[in-house]
């Protein structure tokens, strides 16, 4: 019997998704049921032949399919800037095998493989969150068998893409306030806990040692942008599946989120009401901290898997 954890990854990769879809494909606790790719870090086409692109890398045949081409009401800007034109600058992947992307819309695949699974589903969201928000509305039904949706984005402070707003929940701030509200068991795991979870210098030196994986990563690292390859790389994304594998790694407090739309100056901006202003009712549970150095021992330790 497969007791591994079912999880769907909805995702823009963009370098550091890349990373995390790496260690989840490798990990012997994560079933990948299937990849959604959403428009994001660089367009639909190009977020989907990365995905394509890393399955084949790593000899992987998980279904894909690819979702929303721009966000619900927001004008689509790209993030080139930290991840390069095609989304993982750096390295030639080659040809991908495309037998494994599906003809079906991604919400469409996401509720067959949620209504299908014997066991509830876990989504683990590291881009904008439009894919998530369409497949809530469209098909209440999925809830029922969705364990947890466990989301890079939002910030307990300030943002990366403007002023308050996070990258993910900016890019589409209208699809997450559907996603705080859908009453689903949620984990936000924000930029600031993304800001602590760092590859230093002498960890890629490491990882290019890790063979054919390890030189694809280190190429890769050379053209992100999240922070810099002498300083520090934040790897966001990661800590979307560090909190599904590692969890201990974090402080968690339950709370009520919710996202700024109206706002000029402030949207995007995800309200996470850790003193309980607002008087409602915690909808999810938010990662406050993270340990930097359990973040880098199994962040080391998972690289190393993925050969």
Not at 74 to 90: C, I, L, P, R
Not at 182 to 196: E, R
Not at 248 to 277: A, P
């Amino acid at each position: 019997m497969n007791n591994k954890r079912k999880i769907i990854i909805d995702t823009d990769p963009g370098i550091d998704d890349a990373i995390a879809i790496a260690i989840a494909l490798f990990s012997e606790e994560l079933d990948v049921k299937l990849i959604s790719t959403v428009v994001g870090n660089v367009s639909l086409d190009l977020v989907t032949e990365n995905t394509l692109k890393l399955l084949t890398f790593f000899g992987k045949n998980v279904p894909v399919a690819k979702g929303s081409k721009e966000p619900l009401f927001q004008k689509f800007e790209d993030a080139t800037n930290v991840h390069g034109v095609s989304g993982m600058d750096g390295y030639d992947f080659g040809e991908p095998n495309r037998s494994n992307l599906l003809e079906e819309h991604s919400v469409n695949a996401m509720r067959r493989t949620i209504l299908e699974s014997e066991t509830p589903i876990t989504i683990v969201a590291i881009g904008p969150l439009t894919n998530i928000a369409l497949l809530l509305k469209m098909y209440p039904e999925v809830k029922n068998n969705i364990d947890e949706i466990v989301f890079m984005g939002g910030s307990l402070t300030r943002g990366n893409k403007t002023v308050m707003g996070e990258f993910n929940i900016a890019s589409d701030p209208e699809a997450a306030k559907i996603v705080f509200s859908s009453g689903v068991n949620l984990v936000m795991a924000g930029l600031d806990v993304g800001l602590k979870a760092l590859v230093y210098p002498e960890d890629s030196q490491i990882i290019k040692t890790f063979g054919k994986t390890g030189d694809m990563m280190y190429s890769l690292f050379q053209k992100y942008r999240g922070g810099s390859f002498k300083t520090g790389l934040k790897m966001y994304d990661s800590c979307a599946i560090a909190y599904l594998l590692c969890p201990e790694m974090y402080e968690l407090t339950d709370t009520f989120i919710d996202v700024e739309t109206q706002s000029n100056l402030t949207l995007g901006c995800t309200i996470v009401d850790l003193k309980g202003y607002l008087k409602k009712a915690p909808n999810a549970k938010v990662c406050t901290d993270i340990s930097p150095k359990i973040f880098k021992e199994w962040f080391m330790k998972s690289i190393k898997k993925c050969i």
